[in-house]
Every structure is written in C-alpha cells, then in structure tokens.
C-alpha cells in the first residue's frame, strides 16, 4: 500500500511538473506572440480573435522550428508577417480568390489568338550550353530593379510582377529607372482587359493595356491602396512607356535563362504551400505542384549556391520581412520541364 502511494504520490508530482513545464511554455509562447504583434503593428478586434490568432501563430511557430531541426534542407523557413494565418487564408488574401485555372486558361487562349513577338533571345546565343552565358547575373547589380514593394491583403501579384518587368526594361533601354504605379493596373484593366483585380490577373493583359494605353503612371502619382477603385488613368500622364511585349518558350528553363541574361522576366509560380509562406533564406525546392500557379515573380537574376545548386533569384512583392529582403531563390535546372513549382511554364516579358 506505501508503495503504491508512492507511486501515485511520484505520478502526481510528474503530472505537476509536466503541467507546470506545460504552462511555461504557453506564457513564453503568449509572449513571443506579443512581441510579434509589435514588430508587425498587429492588433485584433477582441480577445477572442486574439486567442484563435495566438493559436494558429503557435501551429506555424512549430511547424517552423519542426521543418528547420530536419537535416540537409536546402532552405531555412522563419516566423514572418504572415505566422498568424492559416495556409488558407495566407492563400485566399494574397493569391486571389478567381480560379487559377481559369485565369492562365485564358490567358494561354490569349496568347495564341494574339500575334506575339517571337522569342528575341532565341538565336542570340548559338549553344545551348550554360558555359555561353554569363555564370551568373543580377538585375539589382545593374541598378535595374526598384525596392521590394508590398501587395498587402490583395490578390494583385500579377501587377506587382508585370511592373517589375516593365520597370526594368524602361531601366535598360533607357538608363532611367522609376517607380511605376500597380494601382493602375488594378483600376483600369478590369473591363475591356478582363483582369480581376485584388482577385488575380494576368501580366500579358497588363503589358496589353501598357502598350495601347501608351504608357503607365508613376507610383507617386498614382500610389498604391491594396485595393480596387475608379480608373485614373486619364487624368494622370504616363510616366514610362512600353511598345510591345512577347514570351518565352515555356517549359524550357534554357530558353529562360537566354531570356533572364537580358532582362529580367516575367513568371507563374505555385506558391501555395506553408513552406512558401513561411520561406526565409536558401535555395527552394518545393513542395509544390508545377501546373497549379497561384503566384507571380519577376526573375532578376541567377546562380548557383556554394554546394553547386543552381537557382533563380525572384523578386516577390510580399514586403521586405518575408523571405531574403523580399526576394526567394528557386532550384534551377530541375527535371520537370515546367521548372520548379511551375516557373518556366509561361514566361513572358515587356520590349521597351
């Protein structure tokens, strides 16, 4: 009987210590998610949402630190602005809410009933060999890049990656490098250019109205509101034109790398996985399914890592917290023709 009520005397005081260790860890944890609220200026509308948020902040901490303890990972995930959202809504805020199917459907159907700019690049280099092109290049080295921009809760990546793209080629042919307006885009291509706004769009109907528009505003004349309202444009002069656009042979990543030695690029890209949504350093490698792209990029540049590992570098219009200042690192040279997640499946670029 003594032992036996030393045996429960010994489990309880286990039970204790565990439940105390227990409660420890979620007052540390209470408060990483105070000083995270902080950093990001996150508030909520009552305790309620603050717990559900402190809940799923706790989820993606673990995921975190669960995905980062496995050895030989060539990338690195962190907490970031995005650590307080299911994967869903991460998805549904940031990647649009109209079909992706529907979207690059169309926009494919678009680009075969237009007539297009045949591949530039495509004989500029007469090999298809790595060796014939420069080892490596980036676009921000070469001051044709403007800082990493912030599409906040709206679907409107296309905007970002089509200005990107037009931002740099002005920069190149020109020597002028300007900050062009995304609101523009969102604004005045929902109707005649069947865009969706906050809700996904497409970069070849972007350079579209570019071209015919004869021009695009200036982020300081026409800034940015994470959001849809009335079209502008005709009281705002352009301030960069662009006179066509034309695409890459998809779903050949040498094609790309003509393409991206030349300017940067244009790009879909599935970015729907947690592991994206939480991606802070390293070369990524997925998962993630090619035909499914709910994302877009500009690709400014490539490489490869110290262990050999080629890769593109993408800016992404996510704010400079997420990820490398802004910017992801792709695994290069994959074996799925479509490239990894998808990024050689619709190239496309504007000609200034």
């Given at each position: 009987m003594a032992a036996l009520l030393l045996l429960c005397a010994l489990a309880f005081g286990h039970a204790a210590a565990s439940s105390h260790v227990e409660g420890d860890g979620k007052?540390?944890?209470?408060?990483?998610?105070?000083?995270w609220m902080a950093e990001y200026g996150r508030s909520y509308r009552d305790e309620a949402e603050k717990q559900r948020r402190l809940d799923i902040f706790e989820q993606n901490v673990e995921y975190i630190d669960s995905f980062n303890r496995?050895?030989?990972?060539r990338y690195k995930l962190g907490i970031n602005q995005f650590t307080d959202l299911t994967n869903e809504e991460f998805n549904a805020a940031y990647h649009g809410h109209k079909s992706t199917a529907s979207i690059i459907g169309a926009a494919l159907q678009r680009a075969s009933a237009v007539p297009q700019t045949?591949?530039?690049?495509?004989?500029?280099?007469?090999?298809?060999?790595?060796?014939?092109?420069?080892?490596?290049m980036d676009w921000r080295k070469e001051g044709a890049v403007t800082p990493v921009k912030n599409q906040r809760g709206c679907g409107?990546?296309?905007?970002?990656?089509?200005?990107?793209?037009?931002?740099?080629?002005?920069?190149?042919?020109?020597?002028?490098?300007?900050?062009?307006?995304?609101?523009?885009?969102?604004?005045?291509?929902n109707t005649s250019f069947s865009d969706y706004g906050c809700q996904g769009g497409r970069m070849d109907t972007a350079f579209s109205y570019v071209v015919e528009r004869g021009g695009l505003a200036s982020e300081s004349a026409y800034p940015y509101k994470a959001a849809e309202d009335s079209c502008r444009s005709g009281n705002i002069p352009p301030a960069e034109k662009i006179h066509s656009f034309g695409y890459v042979t998809p779903n050949d990543e040498q094609q790309l790398l003509k393409a991206v030695a030349r300017q940067p690029i244009a790009v879909v890209f599935d970015g729907h996985d947690k592991s994206f949504q939480h991606y802070k350093s390293g070369v990524y490698t997925g998962p993630c399914i090619s035909f499914f792209t709910v994302h877009a990029l500009t690709i400014v540049g490539y490489g490869a890592s110290?262990?050999?590992?080629k890769y593109w570098t993408?800016?992404?219009?996510?704010?400079?917290?997420?990820?490398?200042?802004?910017?992801?690192?792709?695994?290069?040279?994959?074996?799925?023709?479509?490239?990894?997640?998808?990024i050689a499946?619709?190239?496309?670029y504007p000609i200034a």
């Open positions: 007052h540390a944890m209470a408060e990483r998610h105070e000083r496995v050895e030989g990972r045949s591949f530039l690049y495509s004989s500029n280099v007469d090999s298809t060999a790595d060796q014939e092109l420069p080892s490596g409107s990546c296309w905007a970002f990656t089509a200005v990107g793209a037009i931002e740099a080629a002005v920069k190149i042919k020109t020597g002028q490098l300007v900050s062009l307006s995304e609101q523009e885009l969102l604004d005045c291509t110290d262990d050999g590992t993408a800016k992404n219009s996510y704010g400079e917290s997420w990820g490398e200042g802004g910017y992801v690192r792709v695994q290069r040279d994959v074996q799925d023709p479509a490239g990894m997640c998808g499946t619709w190239p496309l």
